[in-house]
């Protein structure tokens, strides 16, 4: 089916609503976002002698909505100006401009009838041929067709928008019997390729396939803290980060997702699920149904299992004592296999050493998964024929880095089901038969392509999308050179891939070791470079731990050369003879910037949160992040500016350590260039698209750039300018006289230095004089106050 969605219909503006829009403004699309007229007037449109007939009024409730968006944390657009292509109405006046939208997306409240009416009015107005769906998460779909033309059955389905819709990847497509095939395959595309999801086809059941397995973990862990003894501190401590999970773990899930809305779910599946073998564990525990009767529903009420308060020192966070319904101080729980685990950096080795640990938290997860692999095994073919769609719902859904049939597999498939047993669980029929059949995997690799067992026929079948996502720990039989922190793979097509892996990615000795090899490599072997990883974050920038030790120890000789090689990491990235391409993803920050900076092309993820940050830490940006951004000002200076202009906005880009909140701001703060750099808005693609990026510029005659030698400076006039601003801002108090020490070497580098006129010099000019500035703040006794404090917190002190 080849359509174009050009413009879009959003009916409902409530929390999913606004930000569904402003999900599909930030791609580009227009979109009319409307919801009901008020019925009666509030006390300001009364003060104005305003009537239910304004059009301020008639529009009240779809603009606060939308403005309520805009200003939540975190922002629902990529950039501000984004709410430019969203129109607003109401359903009254502005119903008939759906006819000229390619996609309506009705998102009203959780009721059928309400639903029913609303699609009484989109069938006197919209286009034949246009998508109508659904964003629901508990009314069955087929049953919303009742009654509806042939057409809009045809061109009608479910399409279940995981919130945040920006930041959670999850887009469920649930199909009735009477959808074209062909609007489901479009769907699946649209949601893959533009607005960057893991679309998931899902069977229209109860809580399609997400909510079910993920409510189900839940609830099952509710069961399990009180059969154990365990209290909310020790859940999330547990269940956290520690085993791949997000740091809201499970109690501060529910906080977020709303207490309520948890348990209408669980009470859902009981009710709507007379077969489910596990429905008892649904049924509401007493605890939980005290906690909703207080009204303690968690971040929409200000209390749930957690709750913030304001003290003598400063906010606290309180724990919920399930005991006695009181709120507490939080306890720092103590389980001994969670405190060695958490020096292990290898989530998969992890999780393995929780689960066969002999203490209370070994026990845990192991109970725990045995809950959680019965429950999936006999979910299918109930919600989904295909185990990897259950992996990738809870991972892009739920934020679980590996997926509950892949933790099976992590464990071993047959010894777990003989543990499971041993504990009264029992896996489904169909992996007792795939045992034994001597199949022992639900997954497996061949030639860097994922397979998954196919329970229908017995065998492994290819997993969808396989062939247009490169993940690199598929291709660990293509590694060409590794050491003990980086590989380089061979992506194929003459390009290849180097990734690294240390604590948030940080950049070290051997990390630039493995880049400086891998562009040997690349020049002598092949067509091109990918620096990319599918880590969490792609770097939180240079290793601070060992910049703090060095510069403790007053080992000045080592800090230099430290830092030159750093410099000439990058500046080898910008002048080798092949292209590189930077991919980026989410914290992409000092030295991970700085390698984007140089690179001959950024392919960055639409959540690239990228910046030279280095002034929080008592630095300035030391691996040719400060002559870079000189470099880029000098540019702009031909342009026909005043030539203060962008020198003065690329130094307060870095003086303020600005971090681009998207991949799209990062054009604003001039980190990413328009034009020549790109977003991918499918992080799964992210390598891919950089190989493709390589290939491209290699095809078209790639020749290694003239190293510069005609940069602008613009010496003492602009140097005193600046240091004149720093001046005003210290004396507002705005900065701290460290903050303007910092400042005031930054300002230098970037002016050149002490010249008495513009002056045309070379970047080794600039770096040398980046470098002198760097290591000589590492001799300031607060640098190293503000180096400390980020190793011991993991946050920088303002002194």
Known sequence: MKRHINKIAVLGSGVMGSRIACHFAGIGVQVLLLDIAPKELNDAEKAKQLSLDSPAVKNRIVNDALQAALKSNPSPVFTKDVVKRIQTGNFTDDMHRIADCDWIIEVVVENLDIKRSVFDQVEKYRRPGSFITSNTSGIPIHLMTEGRSDDFKKYFCGTHFFNPPRYLRLLEIIPTPHTDPEVVDFLMHYGDLYLGKTTVLCKDTPAFIANRIGVFSIMAIFHIMQEMGLNIDEIDALTGPVIGRPKSATFRTADVVGIDTLVKVAKGVAENCPQDEARNIFEIPPFLQKVVENKWLGDKTGSGFYKKTKGEGGKEILTLNLQTMEYGPRQKPKFASIDAAKQVEDLKQRIRMLSAAGDKAGQFYQLFHAHLFSYISHRIPEIADDIYKVDDAMKAG???????????????????????????????AWVKDMLGKGIQQFYKVENGKKHYYDVASGGYKLVPGADTFIILENLSNNVVWKNSACNLYDLGDGVVCIDWKTK?????????????????RAEKDFRGLVIGNDGANFSAGA????????AAEQE??????????????????????????????ALTLGGGCEMCLHADKVQAAAET????????VGLIPGGGGTKEMTVRASDEFKEGRIEEEPLKDRFMTVAMAKVATSGQEAYDL?????????????????????KRSVIMMA?????????????????????????????????????????????GKLAYVMCGGDLSE????????????????????TGERKTLERLQSVLKTGKPIRN
Do not use: C
């Open 398 to 428: 739920f934020g679980w880095e590996i997926g509950a049939f892949e933790t099976w597999d992590l464990l071993g498939v047959e010894a777990t089901v003989k543990a499971m047993e041993e504990k009264g669980f029992k896996a489904a």
């Open 670 to 690: 001039g980190i990413l260039r328009p034009g020549h750099d790109e977003i991918t808005m499918n992080q799964s693609r992210l390598i891919a698209d950089a």
């Open 504 to 520: 948030m990615n940080t950049i070290g000795g051997e990390v630039l070791e493995g880049v400086n090899k891998a562009i040997d």
């Open 609 to 616: 949160y990228i910046g030279l940050v280095e002034l929080g």
């Open 699 to 743: 095809d078209e005659g790639y020749t290694r750039p003239v190293e510069r030698r005609d940069v602008k400076v613009l010496g003492r006039t602009a140097l005193g300018a600046l240091l004149a601003g720093i001046n005003s801002m210290l004396f507002g108090r705005y900065v701290s006289g460290h903050d303007a020490k910092i400042a």
């Open 758 to 777: 513009a002056t045309l010099v070379s970047e080794q000019y600039l770096l040398d004089l980046e470098r002198e500035a760097f290591l000589s703040l």
């Open 543 to 550: 290793n601070v731990g060992m910049i703090f030790m060095l």
């Open 556 to 585: 000045y000789d080592e800090l230099d050369m430290a830092v030159r090689l750093f410099q000439k990491t990058t500046m080898r990235l910008r002048y080798s003879s092949i292209p590189v391409v930077v991919a980026p993803h």
